[in-house]
């Protein structure tokens, strides 16, 4: 049985979406007193699978939809007080990325790692698939470089990292971020908020 103050939080650093609500998160769980366990995962994966939707938009995307939604980008980015542009590259490979947010678990250091990541590239525009750049993260982070250059192209980063997607399809999610508390779902950044107030009035 879950433990009712215990949130997933399933999430790939290549979604702006999913920046504002790691931004959220750990304000949050303090508000609430909820443990996080974080749950890496590759998103190219569960839209691979379960929403190639997304693949055809980018293809040829509605233009009001569009437009709407870098408006409500900017607004979230505003409230947040959290600066973000799109990148030149993008989207991006984030596999050893996300590889490194597995890594980062292990070391007790997530927070601070994903969160340079997610500057790196949504304010700075860094390509987060490059090795070397990645490197510099993770020693900006406080890790070994060498330990977590052999953990990211072990077999076990790769394995945990497809289990973790597969598990979010399994459990009825297709994209990042997403929230599980207690079963009930939550997608998107903007849930956030809805979490918070069904929590406050006790309804979940």
Same mark, same amino acid.
């Given at each position: 049985?879950?433990?009712?103050?215990?949130?997933?939080?399933?999430?790939?650093?290549?979604?702006?979406?999913?920046? #504002?609500?790691?931004?959220?998160? #750990?304000?949050?769980? #303090?508000?609430?007193?909820?443990?996080i366990t974080w749950k890496p995962i590759l998103v190219g994966g569960v839209f691979n699978?379960?929403?190639?939707?997304?693949?055809?938009?980018?293809?040829?995307?509605?233009?009001?939809?569009?437009?709407?939604?870098?408006?409500?980008?900017?607004?979230?980015?505003?409230?947040?007080?959290?600066?973000?542009?799109?990148?030149?590259?993008?989207?991006?490979n984030s596999v050893q990325a996300m590889r490194g947010c597995l890594f980062a678990i292990?070391?007790?250091?997530?927070?601070?790692?994903?969160?340079?990541?997610?500057?790196?590239?949504?304010?700075?525009?860094?390509?987060?698939?490059?090795?070397?750049?990645?490197?510099?993260?993770?020693?900006?982070?406080?890790?070994?470089?060498?330990?977590?250059?052999?953990?990211?192209?072990?077999?076990?980063?790769?394995?945990?990292?497809?289990?973790?997607?597969?598990?979010?399809?399994?459990?009825?999610?297709?994209?990042?971020?997403?929230?599980?508390?207690?079963?009930?779902?939550?997608?998107?950044?903007?849930?956030?908020?809805?979490?918070?107030?069904? #929590?406050?009035?006790?309804?979940?």
């Amino acid at each position: 049985m879950q433990d009712s103050k215990h949130i997933e939080f399933y999430f790939d650093c290549s979604s702006p979406w999913t920046y #504002l609500a790691f931004s959220e998160i #750990l304000p949050l769980s #303090l508000r609430q007193n909820l443990e996080i366990t974080w749950k890496p995962i590759l998103v190219g994966g569960v839209f691979n699978k379960v929403n190639q939707d997304v693949y055809s938009f980018r293809k040829k995307p509605n233009k009001l939809k569009l437009k709407y939604a870098s408006d409500d980008l900017l607004l979230w980015s505003l409230l947040r007080k959290l600066p973000i542009s799109i990148p030149k590259i993008f989207p991006v490979n984030s596999v050893q990325a996300m590889r490194g947010c597995l890594f980062a678990i292990q070391e007790g250091n997530l927070p601070q790692y994903a969160g340079n990541i997610f500057k790196s590239y949504w304010q700075e525009g860094l390509d987060i698939s490059n090795q070397d750049i990645l490197l510099d993260i993770a020693s900006q982070s406080g890790f070994n470089k060498n330990q977590y250059q052999e953990f990211i192209k072990s077999s076990y980063a790769k394995n945990s990292l497809i289990s973790n997607t597969d598990e979010l399809i399994n459990r009825g999610g297709f994209g990042s971020p997403t929230l599980f508390y207690n079963n009930h779902m939550f997608f998107g950044n903007d849930r956030l908020s809805l979490f918070e107030d069904l #929590l406050n009035k006790e309804l979940l």
